[in-house]
């Protein structure tokens, strides 16, 4: 009703003279959403978030699905929620996106099912709550949504919030890989390779480690394709065919992946120890937040191997953050006197051992300064 009555304003405006604005046309959308009409602010909103037909900014397009959600466009509340939930357009609320995106799927958009379910099983702005994910993973996965039915497989497999069903898990995950959602391709190669649930086949597994990593791109396909490879599983072991998966794992953003081709560098297992390689690696899954890579690459400039040595600080700093405590353990000691390159410190040394102390690393509660 409220857009026919603008549209029949304008009419009556072209009627004086004036020219009609195209409402789908992204001009139109912004000057019908200035006149009040929620649905095209969500219209631009959308388009500006994914660069359909006009440049991408992240800024305006939240600004325009807030306000679209507000006069109850249901799928801009999901797409600002997931917005908030990431962080995109300059601001992060994890506790306004599960709520927005929690609406937004009572309200039908299936999509914000499986993004709400996310932040319930992992804790993100939410108290956890396994059981409300599983519902809402349940409701997208009926929906056709296949990254839920692979997350809800996850928790049937693990079994923390709904009963342990192996033979339900494996057939949720065929499932979304017979939608060719490849990380559930990924995960149906390892059940067939533990023989959960289903009749265990190494020949099946590699087929569909191979469908997840080379046909659909997947990079724990990849991952999980250099691991057999490295294992041996239905083959000779083979490290420089193993080697070359982690790499492919890497390059898709696969953090362990980078882990395990850095040590395969460091190691020189399938091919020449590296170590300038090993070292770029764990700085890589570092950055994909693999908080053990940080230590290894802080340990290689610690050794002097690779340069430059004030590295070592760096990246222990980066472990630390990632909660790896025995890392905030060695540079919370450093920080207490200083060390080399590393001025000292002592308040915010003693902090990052309480930190983990209180985190129940042992190291972290002893005093150095007692001991002979």
């Not at 342990?164 to 559930?184: E, F, I, K, S, V």
Request: charged residues 20%; aromatic residues 6%.
């Amino acid at each position: 009703m409220k857009r026919a009555l603008i549209l029949g304003i304008w009419l009556l405006g072209c009627s004086g003279g004036q020219v009609a604005v195209d409402p789908d046309s992204p001009t139109g959308m912004q000057t019908l959403c200035d006149m009040g009409e929620g649905a095209s602010c969500a219209r631009l909103g959308l388009k500006l978030l994914r660069g359909d037909g006009v440049p991408t900014d992240l800024s305006r397009a939240a600004e325009l699905l807030d306000r679209g959600c507000s006069t109850g466009q249901v799928y801009a509340c999901g797409e600002f929620g997931n917005m908030l939930r990431h962080g995109q357009g300059g601001h992060k609320d994890t506790a306004r996106a599960a709520l927005l995106l929690t609406g937004a799927c009572t309200g039908g958009h299936m999509p914000s099912c499986t993004r709400a379910a996310i932040l319930y099983e992992t804790g993100e702005g939410v108290a956890v709550d396994q059981v409300k994910a599983a519902q809402f993973y349940q409701a997208a996965c009926n929906d056709g949504e296949m990254r839920a039915c692979s997350n809800l497989a996850g928790l049937f497999s693990e079994g923390k919030a709904i009963a342990h069903d192996d033979r339900r898990a494996a057939a949720l995950w065929t499932q979304a890989c017979d939608n060719n959602y490849g990380p559930a391709c990924a995960a149906l190669g390892n059940v067939y390779e533990r023989g959960a649930g289903v009749e265990q086949s190494y020949t099946k597994a590699a087929g569909f480690y191979s469908k997840a990593c080379e046909v659909l791109g997947t990079g724990s396909g990849c991952f999980l394709l250099g691991m057999a490879a490295d294992r041996g599983v239905g083959a000779r072991p083979d490290q420089q065919r193993s080697l070359v998966f982690f790499n492919r794992a890497c390059e898709k953003g696969h953090a362990v992946g980078c882990h395990y081709a850095a040590i395969a560098y460091e190691q020189g297992r399938g091919t020449t120890t590296d170590e300038s390689k090993a070292v770029e690696l764990y700085e890589k899954s570092c950055d994909l937040q693999h908080g053990p890579a940080c230590l290894k690459a802080a340990e290689l400039y610690g050794s002097g191997k690779v340069h430059p040595f004030s590295n070592s600080w760096h990246s222990l700093d980066k472990a630390c953050a990632a909660k790896v405590w025995v890392a905030c353990v060695k540079l919370g000691n450093s920080l207490r006197a200083g060390d080399r390159e590393l001025p000292a410190e002592p308040e915010r040394g003693a902090a990052l051992l309480k930190k983990a102390c209180d985190a129940g690393e042992k190291l972290g509660c002893e005093n150095p300064s007692k001991k002979r």
